[in-house]
C-alpha cells in the first residue's frame, strides 16, 4: 500500500505540510513562540480546521520538550504561572463567547490591534511599571478568552513581554514553557473529546522528526542576534502574521 494513504495525502500536499512545518519550527527556535500561527496559515490551504488542530497540538508539545536544553535556565516561572492563572480562567470564557461572538469578527479585531500596538513598540513604547501581578494575570485572561475565539492567545502575551522591555532570553524561555503547559492541557481535552484519530497520528510522526533540526537552526540564529534585532523581528512576524489572518478572513466572506 502507498504510504501517502495512510495520510490521506497528495505528496505535493504532505511535501507544503513538511515545509511549513521546518519552517514554523526554526520561527519557534528563535521567537519562542509563532510555531501554530505559522502552521496554521500553512495547512489552511490544504487540511480543514478540524484536522489541523490536533496535529499542531501535539507539534507544539514536542517541539516544547525540544527547546528545554534551550531554555530551561531563562524560564519566569512566577510569570509563567501568574498568566497560566488567568488562561484557565479566561479559556471557559472564551469558548462561552463563541455562542454569542463570531470567531471571524473577534480574529479581525484582534489582527488589527495587533498590528496597532506592534508599530506603537516598534516606535519605541515601553512600560514596565505594568511588570506586576495583576496585569499578568489580566494578560493571562485576554489570552484564555482569545485563545478559546480565535486560537491568538500567544499574541497578547508576547506583546506584554515586549511592552515591560524584558530580555529577549526570557521573552523565548517563558512563553515556551507558558505554550508547553498550555497545549498538554487542550492536547489532553481534544484526545479525549475524539478530535485525536490515527489519521492525525500518521501525519504527525514523521513531522516530529523535523522540529529538532528546524529549532536547532533558530537557537542559532537567536544566539547570535542582539536584543534589537530580535525585537525587530517579532514585531515583524506579529505584523505578518496578523496580515494574513485579516486576507484569509476577508477572502472568506
Given at each position: 500500500?502507498?504510504?501517502?494513504?495512510?495520510?490521506?495525502?497528495?505528496?505535493?500536499?504532505?511535501?507544503?505540510?513538511?515545509?511549513?512545518?521546518?519552517?514554523?519550527?526554526?520561527?519557534?527556535?528563535?521567537?519562542?513562540?509563532?510555531?501554530?500561527?505559522?502552521?496554521?496559515?500553512?495547512?489552511?490551504?490544504?487540511?480543514?480546521?478540524?484536522?489541523?488542530?490536533?496535529?499542531?497540538?501535539?507539534?507544539?508539545?514536542?517541539?516544547?520538550?525540544?527547546?528545554?536544553?534551550?531554555?530551561?535556565?531563562?524560564?519566569?516561572?512566577?510569570?509563567?504561572?501568574?498568566?497560566?492563572?488567568?488562561?484557565v480562567i479566561g479559556s471557559p470564557i472564551g469558548l462561552y463567547l463563541l455562542k454569542y461572538l463570531s470567531p471571524q469578527t473577534t480574529h479581525l479585531y484582534v489582527c488589527v490591534i495587533i498590528i496597532f500596538f506592534s508599530i506603537l513598540?516598534?516606535?519605541?513604547?515601553?512600560?514596565?511599571?505594568?511588570?506586576?501581578?495583576?496585569?499578568?494575570?489580566?494578560?493571562?485572561?485576554?489570552?484564555?478568552?482569545?485563545?478559546?475565539?480565535?486560537?491568538?492567545?500567544?499574541?497578547?502575551?508576547?506583546?506584554?513581554?515586549?511592552?515591560?522591555?524584558?530580555?529577549?532570553?526570557?521573552?523565548?524561555?517563558?512563553?515556551?514553557?507558558?505554550?508547553?503547559?498550555?497545549?498538554?492541557?487542550?492536547?489532553?481535552?481534544?484526545?479525549?473529546?475524539?478530535?485525536?484519530?490515527?489519521?492525525?497520528?500518521?501525519?504527525?510522526?514523521?513531522?516530529?522528526?523535523?522540529?529538532?533540526?528546524?529549532?536547532?537552526?533558530?537557537?542559532?540564529?537567536?544566539?547570535?542576534?542582539?536584543?534589537?534585532?530580535?525585537?525587530?523581528?517579532?514585531?515583524?512576524?506579529?505584523?505578518?502574521?496578523?496580515?494574513?489572518?485579516?486576507?484569509?478572513?476577508?477572502?472568506?466572506?
Amino acid at each position: 500500500m502507498d504510504l501517502l494513504s495512510y495520510f490521506n495525502l497528495s505528496l505535493s500536499e504532505f511535501s507544503l505540510i513538511i515545509f511549513t512545518v521546518f519552517i514554523a519550527s526554526i520561527i519557534r527556535g528563535f521567537n519562542g513562540f509563532g510555531f501554530s500561527a505559522t502552521c496554521i496559515s500553512g495547512f489552511s490551504f490544504i487540511l480543514p480546521a478540524i484536522e489541523i488542530v490536533p496535529i499542531i497540538l501535539i507539534l507544539e508539545v514536542f517541539i516544547s520538550i525540544f527547546m528545554i536544553p534551550y531554555i530551561w535556565n531563562k524560564i519566569d516561572w512566577n510569570f509563567v504561572f501568574k498568566i497560566l492563572l488567568g488562561i484557565v480562567i479566561g479559556s471557559p470564557i472564551g469558548l462561552y463567547l463563541l455562542k454569542y461572538l463570531s470567531p471571524q469578527t473577534t480574529h479581525l479585531y484582534v489582527c488589527v490591534i495587533i498590528i496597532f500596538f506592534s508599530i506603537l513598540l516598534m516606535r519605541g513604547y515601553s512600560n514596565k511599571r505594568i511588570d506586576k501581578n495583576g496585569p499578568k494575570i489580566f494578560t493571562g485572561l485576554v489570552s484564555g478568552t482569545l485563545n478559546g475565539l480565535t486560537t491568538l492567545g500567544g499574541m497578547p502575551v508576547a506583546l506584554f513581554l515586549l511592552v515591560t522591555s524584558i530580555q529577549p532570553a526570557v521573552i523565548r524561555g517563558s512563553l515556551a514553557a507558558l505554550f508547553f503547559l498550555t497545549d498538554v492541557y487542550a492536547f489532553i481535552l481534544s484526545f479525549f473529546g475524539g478530535i485525536v484519530d490515527m489519521i492525525t497520528i500518521y501525519r504527525t510522526i514523521p513531522l516530529i522528526i523535523i522540529l529538532p533540526i528546524g529549532v536547532y537552526i533558530g537557537d542559532k540564529f537567536f544566539v547570535k542576534s542582539k536584543e534589537a534585532f530580535y525585537r525587530k523581528v517579532v514585531f515583524y512576524f506579529l505584523i505578518i502574521i496578523s496580515i494574513v489572518g485579516i486576507l484569509r478572513i476577508l477572502s472568506s466572506i
